[in-house]
């Protein structure tokens, strides 16, 4: 079936440890985003990519990075993760950038220790 | 704020009532969604309403739009257990740049009983 997948489901790093987690679609669709959802909040939108064009929130954290080899893959890479951004990261595609409805991934919960 | 503002942000109710969300926002919207979200899973997309409609149905969902008071509201009828879930509204508004992107609420967390 055509989904959005992404792994880990949970990934442990540790302080200041590099992490990258993935996203992959077979929707073939040409925006994707990703969120930060704490617990018990809002999912929050870090950045979204339309085709290869990136978009970044104005608060979002250098520390966050994204990365759009091709149409189907969106990596995060967290540069140097703190306690704060432990969190469910949300990957989410859409056929297009403009009123359309978005399809999640399960999501990856990140710990950091 | 542009995010949405949910109510009740927790509701419990017996298997076979009704259960009622409601949602506000602040600005000018496209149109506004409704997703589920299971607890420790990815968001599932439950229905659509444009800001030109007023109502929309989709099996037990009621999905209502005022954007003269800025809000909506979701009703799920006769619940389930299965329906124990939280629940976000998401206004999808544009942005200046020309590009659009889903606000979302805080959430309601629905608590259905057997």
């Known amino acids: 079936d055509a989904m959005v997948i992404q792994n880990p489901r949970y990934q442990v790093t540790q302080f200041g440890k590099p992490v990258t987690l993935s996203c992959s679609q077979t929707?073939?669709?040409?925006?994707m985003y990703w969120y930060q959802q704490k617990s018990s909040q809002a999912p929050k939108l870090l950045f979204h990519?339309?085709?290869?064009?990136?978009?970044n929130e104005a608060d979002t954290p250098d520390n966050f990075q994204s990365r759009r080899p091709n149409t189907s893959f969106c990596f995060l890479d967290i540069r140097s993760p703190g306690l704060g951004d432990a969190a469910m990261y949300l990957c989410?595609?859409?056929?297009?950038?403009?009123?359309?409805?978005?399809?999640f991934g399960p999501g990856t919960r990140l710990l950091v220790l | 704020s542009q995010q949405g503002e949910e109510d009740p942000q927790a509701l419990s109710i017996q298997e076979g009532e009704n259960a009622t969300m409601n949602c506000s926002y602040k600005?000018?919207?496209?149109?506004l969604q409704w997703y589920r979200q299971n607890s420790g899973r990815g968001l599932v997309h439950l229905i659509l309403?444009?800001?030109?409609?007023r109502e929309k149905h989709s099996g037990r969902l009621r999905v209502t739009l005022d954007t003269s008071k800025k809000s909506s509201s979701l009703l799920i009828t006769a619940s389930r257990a299965a329906d124990t879930a939280s629940y976000f509204c998401a206004t999808d508004t544009t942005f200046s740049g020309g590009y659009n992107k889903l606000i979302f609420g805080a959430g309601t967390r629905l608590a259905v009983h057997p």
């Open positions: 989410a595609t859409s056929r297009d950038q403009t009123q359309e409805t978005q399809y």
């Open positions: 929707l073939n669709h040409n925006v």
């Open positions: 309403i444009r800001s030109n409609e």
């Open positions: 990519y339309y085709d290869k064009d990136f978009n």
């Open positions: 600005t000018s919207i496209n149109n």
